[in-house]
């Protein structure tokens, strides 16, 4: 489905990303992990297609096409999704309008018909109760004034409305309560699919115990140092960065 | 950097989508000023002896003053004797129904989208079209008739109720006014009136579209709306403007009398004509638009979407005369190229216990320049009155300018007048939420545009708003390829 090669990144003449090799394929869940600043959000924008890095070097090809050629709206509607680590707040655009465009547009790209109103509330209704978003959120304008973790389920319930291939979660977990934790890794798990991938990026283990991930990377400043099965992510919790950088650097 | 780039670009090479010139014959008089013009102008119209005198007189102030240079704006010389003042349609028609209308009307109307005859049926607007400066056609008049509301063209309401006209015509806008009120008084040839009787509320909006037309025709029109008591209206007021490659002047006036409890909204759409891209051609839209609450608890709100012309200066004001009235102005104004708005409002807070609003939101891009000036002035004898301003400003890109000349005077201690600013970029972190989700940069920034404008939009009347939203998607929309 994907496939990374020395990918090489730069932002604002400072080389971020050092040579990323990955190679994920349909159906698998990898988790990425990796101390601050270690370049982790900067590689799920680049997939994602946001403009203002630099390529230095290396190739992205996703489903056979080479997805640095494209743009950031075709990405998506090739079923490329990014859960951001900081959801922006669009002030004066209802949630509601706002998923009705972006559903309609990747509708429209695949040569379907929008949504009728009908269609359109029914699903989102359901994807609401996946997530257990409160029902007003989708009234207000997007993320703006959301909690922490009203902004996080809002992401997944945009994924599970748009249904990608490819999903990229950027510390979803991190600000979310215990039980959201859960239903946040629920709705994940329910959208699992022999087609579909997940990126998870995360901080913690405990996230890997909801969404287990066939592959764990440890991403250290702008490579990939380690890559092993699930039991990594144990192992890091234990001891820590400080024991990858002796050990493998 | 480069996608702030790659955004400005886009938005700044849009083409303006309304442009087109019908080809109707209209009759003109010649070109240039003078009090003879006057006098031509005057007795085309068959006005009687005090409408010439107002005439004379406007047009005898208008030689002492200077041409107003405070504003934040660049405007070319006006040379005013290479203006026509006067053209009419050839034929002055009386339609009884659209069949007769000049199928090129009816196609001009169609191509800016306001299907007149859908209009009627749907949305139950009486359309007052003024083409040029004649009015071509009233609707809905018998059915206003019933309820004793008066709303017809200026020159009709001259003719049939020249005491009514004589008792409010330059009630808000004295002939001395300003500059371009002034000529306006001298050279107006035609315009709409209307006329709330004491009590009654108008059943349906009430509604002009103006248009240019007429080449080198310098448009002047006059609105005069008067409320008696406790009566109510809401008005609105919207134009595109043809294609043009030499530039137009515009100076209307209009004015607005709220009597006891009466209340009066006044909404615009404005779309002239802004230029080309490099900045030729376009309106110089020069309006003056005041109104006076005069009684007691009377309201008088003016809500506009500003998106064309090449230059706008423009401050639809109240006086809060009587007291406990209100004041409220909403407005929304969009810059793009190389347009230049200078647009606010005055409040003058006369009464006692007088309130009054102010939100405005400009919106700037491309090498345009957007300016707020906004005066609210509390006499001491207004006591115990409020005022509220929020005057915001959206960039997008970093080669236009938004600037803010709020101006307050409170002339006694019990008043309160509060006011907020701000001033924000379209974040490119927005913009790529959006491209994520698979929304166009284009549609993103009308999104983004639309929702900041809300508070203002949501002020007009519903099928207005949608034009509106329309329109200010359009005027920002780029080439994206
Ligand atoms: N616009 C920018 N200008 C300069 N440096 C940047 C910019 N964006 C990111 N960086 C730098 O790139 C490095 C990687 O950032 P990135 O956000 O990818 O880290 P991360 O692994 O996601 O960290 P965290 O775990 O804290 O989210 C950091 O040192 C960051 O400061
Ligand atoms: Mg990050």
Redesign the pocket.
Known sequence: MLTIKNLRVA??G?E?LKGINLEIKAGEVHAIM??????????G?VLAGKE?YEILDGEVIYEGQDLLDLSAEDRARMGVFLGF?YPVEIPGVPMVNFIKTSVNEMRKFKGLEPLTAGEFLKLMREKKELVHLDSQLTNRSVNEGFSGGEKKKNEIFQMAMLEPKLAIL??TDSGLDIDALRIVSDGVNALKHPERSTIV?T?YQRLLDYIVPDFVHV?YQGQIVKSAGKELALELEEKGYDWLKNHSL | MEEQDKILHEVTSQEYKFGFVSDFESESIPKGLNEDVIRVISAKKNEPEFMLQFRLDAYRKWLEMPMPDWAYLKIPPIDFQDIIYYSAPKTKPQYESLDEVDPDLIETFNKLGIPLEEQKVLAGVAVDAVIDSVSVKTTFKETLAEKGIIFCSFSEAVQEHPDLIKKYLGMAVPTSDNFFAALNSAVFSDGSFCYIPKGVRCPMELSTYFRINAAGTGQFERTLIVAEDESYVSYLEGCTAPMRDENQLHAAVVEIIALDRAEVKYSTVQNWYPGNKEGKGGVYNFVTKRGICRGVSSKISWTQVETGSAITWKYPSCILMGDNSVGEFNSVAVTNNHQQADTGTKMVHIGKNTKSTIISKGISAGVSNNAYRGLVKVLPGAVNSRNFSQCDSLLLGSTCGAHTFPYIEVGNKSSVVEHEATTSKIGEDQIFYCNQRGISTEDAIGMIVNGYAKEVLNKLPMEFAVEAQKLLAISLEGSVG
């Open positions: 932002i604002e400072k971020i990796g101390p601050n600043g270690s370049g982790k959000s900067t590689l924008n203002e680590q950027d510390e990026i901080h991403l």
